[in-house]
């Protein structure tokens, strides 16, 4: 005699069917998640009013003047007061909440660092280029991060060896302002293997 005992696979579908539920909640509940705030609808308006600012005429002639220290002041002043705000509006980077001045200070120079190397927008990319260190518009430099960390080491610090200028602005400074960022940003100088 033959016993068909169907009671695993009612279990197994009623396992499925529970899951399928489970799963169709949590997406509910992320896309309501995903709705769009007033909030949200706020910090576009504020940013596309800063776009229209920053780039008047007036504005950017403003720039035109600076040196890139000046500049690059000038643009992180800007940066640090957004990150700021987004930071009392709950900023929240991989699950991890910006809360204080200093962590949004660090993810500031974590920014910096991380553009310093990417922004290509230095005299180093000029000379690369064109074969020539002369010829670029104050706004670009001033507005770059590599261009200021170039300008600090190769201006002001008489770096003028080519090898060595873009040794220190695009590897050694950023390493070094990446880690001081990060101690920041952790509060905890401890290293793990």
Do not use: C
């Not at 064109?130 to 670029?136: C, D, F, K, N």
């Amino acid at each position: 005699m033959v016993v068909l005992d169907f009671s695993a696979g009612k279990r197994n579908l009623l396992a499925e069917l529970t899951n399928r539920d489970a799963k169709l909640a949590e997406k509910r509940s992320l896309s309501d998640n995903l709705s769009l705030t007033k909030d949200d609808v706020k910090l576009a308006v504020i940013i596309g009013i800063a776009g229209y600012l920053f780039n008047s005429r007036t504005w950017l002639l403003f720039l035109n003047r600076l040196n890139p220290i000046e500049g690059t002041i000038v643009y992180y002043v800007i940066i640090y007061v957004g990150l700021y705000g987004l930071a009392k509006l709950g900023l929240s980077l991989f699950g991890f909440t910006i809360s204080t001045a200093a962590q949004t200070f660090g993810l500031l120079m974590l920014n910096f660092a991380f553009h310093v190397t990417t922004n290509w927008a230095s005299p180093w990319v000029q000379y690369v280029t064109t074969g020539s260190l002369v010829g670029m518009s104050n706004v670009l430099v001033n507005n770059s991060e590599d261009g200021l960390v170039w300008y600090v080491v190769y201006a002001l610090g008489g770096i003028t060896n080519l090898f060595w200028a873009r040794v220190l602005t695009f590897t050694v400074i950023p390493f070094l302002i990446s880690m001081v960022a990060l101690y920041l940003i952790k509060g905890k100088p401890v290293l793990v293997p």
